[in-house]
């Protein structure tokens, strides 16, 4: 597609419910990034897929979340028995980024997915 | 290693005025600089980049001061609008394909 495409974009859940964010990356793009973003903070980098390297999963805040990479394309975020705590704007970003090539990695994002956990 | 430190939190600036954040990183190995804009509801956008080996960049209004040495880049906004009024986060990552770490964002509102 024409960019990042990321559904839902809002969705409200219940604490303990299980949810699945998706990512649909540009086409093309080898990398593919979640960051997550709480009202009036930063991003905070969740876990970064590149290529068919093992995916950086570094940034994942606990064993709830994971996330997985279908044919080298769509992304799904899930986070298990959601907490209050994990009310966020969960965002998607993929690039064209090459292991081992420098250059440019410009990211692009989507317009997140906002969830809500009561 | 892996951080980047940005300041001020939130940043408010007459029309005509000059903008400027400012950014920190530790990990030497960083090797591309961007800042990227974010607007209510949209995702950030890249605004402009620096690599190490230059001292400034220069796009329009918008300006990168690179200071190597002392690990730290700044945007400055020439003649902020109101329309400048956004998050601005800084960024850094290095080449191999590594991730990209974000610096905690800056809150500018352009009084008109």
């Known amino acids: 597609g024409a960019g990042v495409s990321q559904s839902p974009s809002n969705k409200v859940t219940e604490k303990g419910k299980d949810v699945e964010l998706r990512c649909d990356p540009i086409s093309g793009h080898t990398a593919l990034y979640w960051y997550r973003q709480s009202l009036g903070q930063g991003l905070e980098f969740l876990i970064y897929f590149q290529g068919n390297s093992a995916p950086d999963k570094s940034g994942l805040p606990s064993d709830r979340f994971s996330a997985e990479r279908t044919g080298g394309s769509v992304s799904t975020l899930t986070i298990q028995r959601t907490q209050q705590e994990d009310s966020a704007v969960y965002l998607c970003a993929s690039s064209f980024w090459r292991q081992g090539v420098s250059g440019a990695n410009v990211l692009t994002f989507g317009a997140g997915s906002r969830l809500t956990v009561l | 290693q892996q951080q980047v430190k940005q300041s001020p939190q939130s940043l408010i600036v007459q029309k005509g005025g000059i903008s400027i954040i400012n950014c920190a990183y530790e990990n030497t190995a960083f090797d591309y600089f961007p800042w990227y804009q974010q607007f209510p509801g949209k995702g950030p956008a890249l605004l402009i980049a620096i690599r190490p080996d230059v001292s400034e960049k220069k796009e329009g209004r918008f300006t990168i001061s690179f200071n190597k040495s002392a690990k730290q880049f700044s945007l400055h906004i020439m003649d902020s609008q109101p329309g400048d009024s956004a998050t601005y986060f800084c960024?850094?990552?290095?080449?191999?394909?590594?991730?990209?770490?974000f610096g905690a964002g800056t809150r500018l509102f352009v009084k008109a």
């Open positions: 960024a850094a990552s290095r080449a191999g394909g590594f991730k990209t770490i």
